[in-house]
């Protein structure tokens, strides 16, 4: 994924309303560029604004 040689459709494993029914948040092409595993965040590149749910 990272280097490019696939496309988003064959990379992804399940769609939003999968996610959603699990109880999951998730934010689609939002780059994430540091996780913090001890406190369960994702720190995204935009504003660089924690993203807490996974």
Same mark, same amino acid.
């Given at each position: 994924m990272l280097s490019g040689e696939n496309t988003y459709d064959e990379i992804?494993?399940? &769609?939003?309303?999968?996610y959603a029914a699990k109880g999951v948040g998730c934010r689609f092409?939002?780059?994430?560029?540091?996780? &913090?595993?001890?406190n369960r965040r994702?720190?995204? $590149?935009?504003? $660089?604004r924690p993203m807490t749910s996974w």
């Open positions: 992804v494993t399940h &769609d939003a309303y999968w092409g939002e780059a994430v560029v540091r996780t &913090d595993c001890e994702s720190i995204r $590149a935009v504003a $660089a």
